[in-house]
């Protein structure tokens, strides 16, 4: 077994503490890790230092988890409550595949670009319009966006350097962005906990509007009418 000092080549605390999160949600598993060779660098595609993925059940998904948005190695930013912007990315895909979709690390280092360039913070309730698919291939996706809500099963944590909460994206279609984007919060993660109560985004779903199973409850929501 490797010591803190194999793990961490330098001092981490903010890294050891989201290892420390996910470890107590998976005791044992060892995630598969993607490092990035352009760690902050804004002129790269990848200025997230890592992503985390871990192989979650019930039902089989895949659960991704950043590492940068926070303050990982050392305390810079101004607020001491908070470790650097105050959270990190998480997003879950169903596991159909043996590897972690590498579209989904994009979707998230492309997310984590847009927050460390300036652009503006994330929070709960937050829609992202992407203005085209979430998944840039070839494979059908109607998902065109994203909202963002606090991971279900990840809480926000205390680190050395303030609090970090796990700002879960879920993937939203065009019907859903635009009928949303006026709703007020309650409404907002309502809806996406009722239809989809861990927020696994699943690229070629339907629109809730269009989805005879699912659509008696968004409409419920889109009348304001909370149970």
Do not use: N
């Not at 005791?27 to 352009?38: E, Y």
């Not at 065109?144 to 809500?149: K, L, P, T």
């Not at 109560?197 to 929501?221: M, S």
């Amino acid at each position: 077994m490797s010591d803190a000092s194999d793990r961490y080549p330098v001092e981490a605390p903010g890294w050891a503490a989201i290892d420390a999160a996910a470890a107590r949600m998976y005791p044992g598993q060892v995630p598969h890790q993607f490092t990035s060779q352009t760690a902050y660098d804004l002129e790269s595609r990848h200025p997230l230092p890592a992503i985390g993925v871990y192989e979650a059940l019930a039902p089989d998904h895949w659960h991704y988890v950043t590492y940068g948005l926070s303050e990982l190695f050392e305390k810079t930013s101004p607020r001491p409550d908070l470790s650097g912007f105050g959270f990190e990315l998480t997003f879950r895909l169903p596991r159909t595949e043996e590897k972690p979709p590498t579209w989904a690390l994009q979707l998230l280092q492309a997310i984590g670009h847009y927050v460390l360039s300036g652009h503006g913070d994330l929070d709960t309730g937050h829609l992202v319009d992407l203005g085209g698919p979430l998944r840039p291939t070839a494979e059908p996706c109607t998902l065109e966006g994203v909202m963002c809500i606090p991971d279900p099963t990840l809480p926000k944590i205390q680190t050395p350097h303030g609090s970090v909460l796990f700002l879960q994206l879920f993937g939203l279609t065009r019907a859903e962005l635009d009928v949303m984007q006026d709703w007020e919060l309650e409404r907002k993660i309502g809806v996406v906990r009722e239809l989809a109560p861990l927020g696994i985004t699943e690229p070629e779903r339907l629109a809730w509007p269009d989805d005879p199973r699912r659509v008696p409850v968004f409409r419920r929501y889109a009348l304001k009418v909370l149970l």
